[in-house]
Structure formats: C-alpha cells, structure tokens
C-alpha cells in the first residue's frame, strides 16, 4: 500500500500568480522509518525553541515558533530537512499552475476544467496514481492532503468521489482522507515542497518578484529536479496542449 502526502501554496487565493500543490508517494514501511528521522531534526533539542512542528512560510519569514530563531538557524533547519527529502526514498510530485495563463482561457474552457485548485489537485493525483501504476500496477494508493489549507483541500475529496467511481482510475485507488501537519511529519513534507516550490516558480516566472524571505538554497533545485519526472509545470503552452486533447476528447471543433 502507498500514501501520498499533499499540501498547497499560494500568495492568495484571488490574486496569486503561482499556485502549487506538491507532495511525497512512499510505501508505508518507508514513511515509517522517514518520519522517526524528519522529528529527529525537527525537535533536536539545540533548537532555540521546541517546535510543535516544521511549517515552511513560518521557518522562511522568522514568524510564530521561529521568531526567536535567528536568520542562519532557519536557514540550517531548511537545509537539513531538504538534503533528508533529497537523499530518501520518498517520490516527490508536484504540480504548478501560472494563474495568469489559465486565466487567459476562454470561457467555456475555463467551466470545463473547474477552478486551478480543481485542475492542480486533480494533476496531482493523477500523477500519483500514475506512479503506482506504472511501477506497482497492483497495488494502490490513499491520498492524504493538509485540512488546514483551502480551498486545496475542499477540492481533494471532490477529486476522489469523482475518480473512485472513475473506472480510468480508481482500481489503484484505496481512498482519500484529510489531517493536520501538527499531527502527521509526512504533511510538513508536503508542505516544504509546495512552499518551496511556489517560491522557485515564482522567481522563474516572474523575475522581478521581490524575495520576502531568505532565498532558497540550491540543495531545493536538486529537489526540485528530482520532480521532473513525476509532475506538471501548466503555463501557457503546457495549457494549449490540455485544451485541445479535451476539445478532441470531447468531439470539440
């Protein structure tokens, strides 16, 4: 049995012009093993503050539990946790949608496809059940997303009352439920890379955007790298080409 773990990112769910949804697929023995050692450095005693847990906006700003921290004892915490994501086991997948492209489909489109939070939960499932898939064909996968972050995770149980009854899908589909990174390390997991991912795909969409936080440390590029394979960048082109295999799909002109 695999779980994957998903969580959001977004300056806002009106006007952000990067919207991320990202998250980790591991067998569960694996994220066993992986949480044991993502709380040992999340809690290291040394820390300048016991934290309740890892919340990526927070460690990046110096807010709420890491306002204590100082600035190179947040950027340490972010380094150690990413060279853990690097160097595990875990199958990172991501999807990131340019708010301004989407918004440039007509009308219709636009109806068709639902909201970006809709297509974005849907890519990411669509991803991590396309893993199991192709590496585990009889196997099958419960989806797990941040209750705290909505309207992502709204979107998630819609997502899954659509595809368990999807015959395309659900036969490596095990179910979908809903918690809080508080409880669960997988969730901060999560979390980490579709902040850090928003971040990273701002700066390289929009360049003049101002960093209101330490920059990202190129141990997040090998991350981000790693999610090539297993994951979706929706601009404008990648866009043009969903449109039309719907409008084929469809019998559209």
């Not at 949804?21 to 994220?31: C, K």
């Not at 997502?159 to 918690?179: E, F, K, M, T």
């Not at 508080?182 to 850090?196: E, H, P």
Request: aromatic residues 14%; glycine residues 6%.
């Amino acid at each position: 049995m695999f779980f994957g773990f998903f969580d959001g990112s977004y300056e806002g769910r009106d006007n952000s012009r990067i919207i991320s949804v990202a998250g980790f697929v591991a067998p569960l023995e694996i994220w066993e093993a992986f949480d044991e050692k993502w709380w040992s450095i999340v809690r290291q005693p040394t820390h300048p503050l016991r934290l309740t847990r890892f919340h990526a906006f927070d460690c990046t700003h110096g807010i709420d539990e890491f306002e204590s921290w100082k600035f190179a004892e947040r950027l340490g915490l972010w380094g150690d946790l990413v060279g853990l994501l690097v160097d595990s086991k875990l199958v990172a997948i991501h999807a990131v949608l340019v708010r301004e492209h989407f918004d440039a489909l007509d009308e219709p489109m636009k109806k068709r496809i639902g909201s970006p939070y809709h297509f974005l939960v849907e890519a990411a499932m669509q991803f991590g059940i396309g893993f199991v898939r192709d590496h585990y064909p009889s196997d099958e996968i419960w989806f797990v997303f941040d209750v705290e972050n909505q309207p992502i995770a709204q979107e998630s149980r819609q997502r899954y009352l659509n595809y368990i009854h999807d015959p395309n899908w659900n036969r490596n589909l095990a179910g979908v439920a809903q918690s809080s990174s508080i409880k669960m390390a997988a969730l901060q997991t999560a979390d980490l890379l579709a902040y850090g991912g928003y971040r990273h795909y701002l700066k390289k969409f929009y360049p003049d955007a101002l960093d209101m936080d330490f920059p990202l440390p190129p141990a997040f590029a090998r991350l981000v790298k790693q999610v090539e394979n297993t994951g979706g960048v929706y601009e404008k082109t990648a866009l043009a080409k969903i449109v039309e295999q719907i409008k084929e799909r469809e019998g559209q002109q």
